[in-house]
């Protein structure tokens, strides 16, 4: 059973930063692909960023306009994603996903494994 927890979420002000960490467990982590997903309240899941296992390749969402960077540290079993220039538009809650594979899929159902999520708000 692979586990994901994240961490680093927090209130921010429009224009600040914030790094999110996803700490993985109980899995091969430098085999998998891992992603940054988030929900705003009222509003379905949507799709930040995904990195390749050996780090190397990275695809992220078009709204991320730059701002935001997924990177990984395998020796650290940890995913990051560092956030710049946050909107009040950014809040939500911010979920860490995996899989076993070398797809860098925007789509959550390519993801087997999930952690619980951490809030990121950001006031005006």
């Known amino acids: 059973q692979v586990q994901l927890v994240e961490s680093g979420g927090g209130l921010v002000q429009a224009g600040g930063s914030l790094r999110l960490s996803c700490a993985a467990s109980?899995?091969?982590?430098?085999?998998?692909?891992m992603a940054w997903f988030r929900q705003a309240p009222g509003k379905e899941r949507e799709f930040v960023a995904a990195?390749?296992?050996?780090?190397?390749?990275?695809y992220a969402a078009d709204f991320v306009r730059g701002r935001f960077t997924i990177s990984r540290d395998n020796p650290k079993n940890t995913v990051y994603l560092q956030m710049d220039s946050l909107k009040p538009e950014d809040t939500a809650v911010y979920y860490c996903a995996a899989n076993g594979d070398n797809l860098l899929a925007s789509d959550g159902h390519q993801y087997h494994y999930w952690g619980q999520g951490t809030q990121v708000t950001v006031s005006s």
């Open positions: 109980g899995g091969t982590f430098s085999n998998y692909v």
């Open positions: 990195i390749r296992w050996d780090g190397i390749m990275k």
